[in-house]
Nanobody, 122 residues
Framework: VQLQASGGGSVQAGDSLRLHCAAS????????MGWFRQAPGEEREFVAT????????YYSDSVKGRFTISRDNALNILYLQMNSLKPEDTARYYC????????????????WGQGTQVTVSS
């Protein structure tokens, strides 16, 4: 499985961004997927995950109500809609594939994209 994340950028607090993760390789819809983020000097942290069908989602408390994870299995694309962005959301965002849902442990994710940078200024 190859994952290509895009859509990051530099925005102001309160703005929105939509991240994309294009997947190729194995059957996309068979696997749950997730988004993680990592700020400089920090550990990579869980953001959100979605089931293979897209029917179920799970979020970290820090983004719940502001971010929405979704997927288009026909196009093999995973999304992360980020609204009401805050400076503390600044990080490199990674998409990844796992085998179980819901899964918040990064060690359970087996394929990773290269990440896309999100910078939020106040």
């Amino acid at each position: 499985v190859q994952l290509q994340a895009s859509g990051g950028g530099s925005v102001q607090a309160g703005d929105s961004l939509r991240l994309h993760c294009a997947a190729s390789g194995r059957t996309f819809s068979s696997y749950p997927m997730g988004w993680f983020r990592q700020a400089p000097g920090e550990e990579r942290e869980f953001v959100a995950t979605i089931s293979g069908s897209g029917d179920s989602t799970y979020y970290s408390d820090s983004v719940k109500g502001r971010f929405t994870i979704s997927r288009d299995n026909a196009l093999n694309i995973l999304y992360l809609q980020m609204n009401s962005l805050k400076p503390e959301d600044t990080a490199r965002y990674y998409c990844a594939v796992t085998r179980t849902f819901p899964q918040v442990n990064m060690r359970a994710y087996v394929y990773w994209g290269q990440g896309t940078q999100v910078t939020v200024s106040s």
